[in-house]
């Protein structure tokens, strides 16, 4: 008899780690559609609107993505994505862009020491500066610009 005793315990038990990782996958998808989203919608719209680029935005389930194009050549592909820490889910950006003539791709974290925070403390200006770095990159002939921070 006590066997099914354990075995509910031992249910039960796995169903809490369960829900833990649900509730980290949840709680990334929150941040991408009230902060990463928001970000570059913000950037495609300046891009398309005063720049005459085009900008798409791409919303997967466990990412956006912005890509931007200048006529028919890709300047950039930048996008959020997870980030697996100890801590739990964290965002970085994983970017693909004209060097030159080929591309290459970079992965960038948005904080400084990316095992000390979560997922909603990462800023829409965060995300919009860390573009602005690698898009500079571009507008720049692959060189990293001067910074004046």
């Known amino acids: 008899m006590n066997d099914w005793r354990s075995t509910l315990n031992s249910m039960i038990k796995s169903r809490v780690g369960v829900t833990r ?23 495609a719209e300046e891009l398309i609107t005063n720049h005459q680029r085009n ?21 950039i592909t930048f996008r959020v994505m997870k980030h697996f820490a100890p801590n739990g889910i964290l965002p970085r950006a994983e970017v693909r862009m004209i060097k030159g003539n080929r591309y290459v791709k970079y992965s960038s974290m948005f904080k400084p020491d990316p095992q000390n925070y979560n997922a909603m403390e990462v800023t829409q200006e965060e995300i919009i500066y860390c573009f602005l770095k690698y898009y500079g990159m571009v507008m720049n002939g692959g060189k990293m610009a001067e910074s004046g921070e």
């Open 21 to 43: 990782a649900e509730q980290e996958n949840a709680a990334f998808e929150q941040f991408l559609d009230a902060v990463a989203l928001p970000a570059l919608n913000e950037l």
């Open 55 to 75: 900008a798409q935005i791409r919303r997967a389930p466990a990412s956006v993505t912005l890509q931007v194009r200048d006529g028919e050549e890709e300047e």
